[in-house]
């Protein structure tokens, strides 16, 4: 077995030890999905869920979700990225 040293966010580990799995248990989990995910012929991007995240125009956007702006100069969000955060 290999050991690694990694640093985590004060607030995810809290999260992590809440949830009472073991965090080797978790990572390593993590790592397996990474390397080698459950369903390699899903392609996330051609999913509906995908498709409406890019949909929506936001026409005040808050600050913290401004990634920059195009060649035309509308503002670029990563509201699509968050999606998890409005749904929960």
């Excluded at 991007?45 to 995240?53: I, V």
Aim: hydrophobic share 35%; glycine share 6%.
């Amino acid at each position: 077995m290999t050991q690694l040293t990694i640093e985590i966010p004060d607030k995810l580990m809290s999260e992590l030890e809440r949830s009472g799995c073991p965090v080797q248990e978790i990572v390593v989990q993590a790592l397996e999905n990474y390397i080698k995910p459950e369903n390699p012929d899903i392609d996330i991007t051609k999913t509906q869920t995908w498709q409406l995240c890019g949909a929506f125009e936001i026409a005040h956007p808050e600050a913290e979700y401004i990634v920059g702006q195009d060649e035309q100069g509308k503002i670029i969000t990563n509201y699509g990225e968050k999606v998890d955060e409005g749904i929960y």
